[in-house]
């Protein structure tokens, strides 16, 4: 039996509808991977660095990448025990431009080591909220330093 032209109409819309829709999303993908990428550009003007990213971006890449985890690791009922102990390189670590680090750097850098600390010695009952003050240990120093990854530390806030 042949397809009327109204049913061909309507098949035809929503084949349309349904590209669309793939190419937005696809486009958001592209999107959210620029905005992780240049969001030391904020902070530092990318000429001041052409050879590449700076040890202190690298170390904060897998300081977002643990804390990603950690909140896995929480939402699916475990308590993070393990200190990572090359965190402690965040005083030392080369920023993009040597004037990034204001001097509240490093208090804002013990106040994330310690909220660090409390976590890996977190419990069930408090595993949460220590997760949580690990966050804002970032949000706090960022939004005096480089506000540019500010988006990406709120979305790791646990509810
Ligand atoms: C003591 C201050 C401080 C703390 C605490 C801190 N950051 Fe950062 N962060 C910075 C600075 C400064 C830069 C810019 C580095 C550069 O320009 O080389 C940065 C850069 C970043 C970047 C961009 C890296 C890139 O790709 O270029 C991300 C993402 C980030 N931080 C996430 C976090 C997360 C997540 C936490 C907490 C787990 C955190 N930060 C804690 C100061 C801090």
């Known amino acids: 039996m042949a397809l009327s032209l109204r049913n061909k109409l309507v098949i035809w819309t929503l084949i349309f509808v ?7 999303s696809r486009e958001r993908e592209a999107k959210i991977e620029t905005t992780e990428k240049t969001d ?10 052409p050879n590449g990213d700076s040890e202190l971006a690298l170390l904060m890449r897998a300081m977002r990448d643990t804390t990603k985890s950690f909140k896995e690791m929480i939402m699916a009922g475990k308590v993070p025990t393990k200190f990572p102990d090359v965190f402690l390189k965040i005083h030392s670590a080369q920023p993009t431009d040597n004037e990034t680090k ?7 850098a013990d106040g994330y080591l310690a909220a660090l600390k409390n976590l890996s010695s977190s419990d069930d ?18 939004s005096e330093h480089c506000p540019g990854p500010l988006g990406t530390i709120r979305k790791l806030k646990l509810k």
């Open 40 to 49: 030391s550009t904020t902070c530092a003007k990318p000429l001041v660095n």
């Open 18 to 24: 349904g590209l669309l829709l793939l190419n937005c």
């Open 102 to 108: 204001k001097p509240s750097f490093n208090g804002f």
């Open 125 to 142: 009952l408090n595993v949460k909220v220590n997760y949580n003050a690990l966050v804002q240990a970032c949000e706090n120093c960022h």
